[in-house]
């Protein structure tokens, strides 16, 4: 049975920093591709970040430069460091597994960031 457990998350004010980790079980972790996403009351669900098996990194523009996403093939952990954070990146943060070879995929249960002072 696969599972991600996501933590970290919390209430922190604008300009804090908060780190995001994302536990996965039960799958090949090497093959995955892992991403964060976020979801707001007022929006979809829109991707954040991604790092390949190989450790490339992508970012969404809003993030790009605050935001660091890191995986640790060894812990099948994958991590989002956060700075900076504004109250506009309040969101539930979810963790993403896809498999880089087929269109297995999977989600974590997220976790709640809110960015107030």
């Known amino acids: 049975q696969v599972q991600l457990v996501e933590s970290g998350g919390g209430l922190v004010q604008p300009g804090g920093s908060l780190r995001l980790s994302c536990v996965a079980s039960?799958?090949?972790?090497?093959?995955?591709?892992m991403k964060w996403y976020r979801q707001s009351p007022e929006n979809e669900r829109e991707f954040v970040a991604g790092?390949?098996?190989?450790?490339?990194?992508n970012y969404a523009g809003s993030v790009k430069g605050r935001f660091t996403i890191s995986r640790d093939n060894a812990k099948n952990t994958v991590s989002l460091e956060m700075n900076s954070l504004k109250p506009e990146d309040t969101a539930a943060y979810y963790c993403?597994?896809?498999?880089?070879?087929?269109?297995?995929?999977?989600w974590g249960q997220g976790t709640q960031v809110t960015v107030s002072s």
């Open positions: 993403r597994a896809d498999d880089a070879f087929s269109r297995e995929g999977y």
């Open positions: 039960g799958l090949n972790f090497r093959r995955f591709v």
């Open positions: 790092v390949i098996p190989g450790g490339t990194t």
